[in-house]
C-alpha cells in the first residue's frame, strides 16, 4: 500500500467530479452537455475567457489532465451542488474509506487526518487529543451512574 503524506488531500477524480455535475444538472449527454457544463463551471468562477466544452470533454474523458483551477472550480460547483455553505467552499471532495452506512457522500468532515503510531494507517480524528485510531484505541464507554 502505498504511504500517502495526511497533509495532502487525495481528491477524487476529476472525470468522477465532471460525471457529479453532468447528473446533478440533469445534463443530456453529448457535445452539448459540455457546453452547457463549461459555461456552467466558467460563471461560478468568473473565468474569461470562459472554459471551451473540448478542454471539460477532454478531461471527463481523460485525454486531457485537468488543470488546478479547473480541479477548483469543478469541486466548488460540486459542493455547491450538495447545498454545502460558501463558508465552507474550500472544501474538496476526498475519497476516504469508512464503514457501510457511517458516511454519506457530500457529508462536510469535521476533523482532521492523523497516523496512527501503532498499526501505521491514516485516520479522521473525532478529538484534537486523539493520538490512536479507534480499532488500537477504542473509546471508552461512558459509565452512567
Ligand atoms: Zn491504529
Redesign the pocket.
Known sequence: MPVRNPSEPMSIEIQEAISGLIDGLHLPNGANCYKHLAGSISAAVDKDPPYTWRYIQSVHKGTIKAGAPLKAAVSSLLAHQYGIPSQISQAQFVTVLAEPGTIVIGSYVNGQSKL?P??G?LFVTDHPRRK??S??RPPRKRVRK
Do not use: N, P
Open positions: 496512527c501503532l498499526c494507517i490512536y485510531c480499532i488500537c
